[in-house]
């Protein structure tokens, strides 16, 4: 079953990882049909410090439709 909410990686390990100078990616899964990438980015943390939105272009366009 997949764990919905969990967050990666925990705690523990990203402070080794981060200790040691590697920029680190954290990630979870969600449902995918419940929120759109900016509802979540939203909920998420959008007002705090440093937070971003990633997102996919294609065919050489300089934005997407969700920059934040």
Same mark, same amino acid.
């Given at each position: 079953?997949?764990?919905?909410?969990?967050?990666?990686?925990?705690?523990?390990?990203?402070?080794? &990882?981060? /200790? #040691? /100078?590697? &920029?680190? !990616? =954290?990630?979870? $899964?969600?449902?995918?049909? &419940?929120?759109?990438?900016?509802?979540?980015? !939203?909920?998420? /943390?959008?007002?705090? #410090? *440093?937070?971003? !939105?990633?997102?996919?272009?294609? /065919?050489?366009? =300089?934005? *997407? $439709?969700?920059? !934040?």
């Amino acid at each position: 079953m997949i764990d919905f909410g969990a967050i990666t990686p925990d705690r523990a390990a990203f402070a080794v &990882a981060m /200790g #040691s /100078g590697k &920029a680190q !990616l =954290v990630w979870t $899964r969600i449902v995918a049909d &419940a929120e759109t990438p900016v509802s979540a980015m !939203l909920k998420l /943390g959008a007002a705090e #410090s *440093g937070s971003f !939105l990633l997102e996919s272009v294609e /065919g050489g366009q =300089v934005r *997407g $439709r969700y920059s !934040l």
